[in-house]
């Protein structure tokens, strides 16, 4: 059996990212997605292991202690990031493994696990991106202004990454990364690793 691939999944947000990977992982039995770690308390309806793992600050610290990490934050006061056992006990057993992240974690992975597929998703421009974040009416115009300042900063990463995946028909952004994880599976390299 083959090991699995590791792909890194980024980009603003607003710019589709969740949309593609959940049609993607709908229709590809060789794909999971990592479960996240954080020291936020469950919402409504999360579960333990599948939404995230729930943990508490100090082991959360101890693990970042032990680097057993991919990558790791604290957000408005918690801690979120990649439990790097499961993700590699995925690969093992021959799962190609997709981490959806923010920016700067990707960053931290592309220094740590140089072989993981790095895939950007971009807006077709910040005036889309823009038109999108206000269309979905859930955050204040401070937030949304916020948002688009760090997608402009966030937007110039796209040149370090394998891919770049412009999300300006939602079907054809599904299709490339698609095309992605089928070129990658057929790499020699890899096959034959």
């Known amino acids: 059996m ?3 691939k590791l792909f890194v999944f980024t980009g603003p947000s607003g710019t589709g990212k969740g949309t593609i990977l959940k049609e ?12 996240s770690a954080t020291t936020r308390g469950p919402r409504e309806g999360e579960v333990n292991g599948v939404h995230y793992w729930f943990l508490k600050k100090e082991d959360f610290e101890a ?8 990558e790791h934050a604290c957000y408005v006061g918690n801690y979120y990031g990649t439990p790097e056992q499961p993700v590699n006990d995925q690969l093992a057993a021959g799962y190609d493994v997709v981490l959806e992240i923010e920016v700067q974690g990707a960053m931290q992975i592309h220094e740590k696990r140089p072989d993981a597929v790095m895939v950007f998703v971009a807006p077709p421009s910040l005036e889309e991106l823009s038109d999108r974040l206000h ?8 937030k949304i202004a916020a948002r688009l300042a760090t997608a402009e ?18 079907q054809e952004a599904i299709g490339d990364l698609r095309a992605i994880l089928r070129a990658e599976r057929c790499r020699v390299a890899h096959e034959l690793g």
């Open 153 to 170: 900063q966030e937007l110039k990463y796209a040149d370090r990454f394998d891919y770049v995946i412009v999300n300006d028909d939602l």
């Open 63 to 70: 693990k970042i202690a032990q680097d057993a990490f991919l």
């Open 2 to 4: 083959n090991k699995g």
């Open 135 to 142: 269309g979905r009416g859930t955050e204040s115009e401070k």
């Open 24 to 35: 993607v992982l709908a229709s590809d039995d060789r794909l999971r997605l990592s479960v």
